[in-house]
């Protein structure tokens, strides 16, 4: 069995940052010169990660409407969705790897998330 350590908490502050790193990081890359979509599939997940932050109910969230579990299903079919993308649209380079890369690490966040019980119900 894995450790769960990453808390609401630590997961709350991560997710600000990560939503603008994926708006940006594509432009900084220069992904998007062979196929368009790397470029966007990252901005727009950037813009839709940020609203589903400012609307999860967590410590950081603004409105709070969304239920934390919810977000954490989403962030998984982001995770599963970036780790499909590279295959299915053909990504090459240096998209390939930022997606996959991508990919793997929201799918360990999610997978590392410490259940909200705490540690013993895992």
């Known amino acids: 069995m894995f450790p ?3 808390t609401k908490t630590i997961h709350a502050y991560l997710d600000y940052p990560v939503a603008l790193g994926l708006m940006t990081m594509p432009f900084l890359f220069g992904l998007g010169a062979d196929n368009p979509l790397a470029l966007w ?7 839709a ?4 932050t400012i609307l999860t109910d967590h410590h950081l969230g603004v409105v709070r409407v969304l239920p934390y579990s919810l977000h954490l299903a989403v962030d998984g079919l982001v995770g599963i969705a970036f780790v499909a993308a590279p295959v299915a649209l053909g990504f090459v380079g ?7 890369g991508l990919g793997l690490t929201v799918l360990a966040v999610v997978g590392l998330h410490q259940p909200e019980d705490g540690p013993a119900a895992a």
């Open 4 to 6: 769960r350590f990453i």
């Open 94 to 100: 240096i998209e390939f790897w930022y997606y996959m």
């Open 41 to 47: 599939l990252s901005v727009v997940t950037g813009v």
């Open 49 to 52: 990660a940020f609203t589903l």
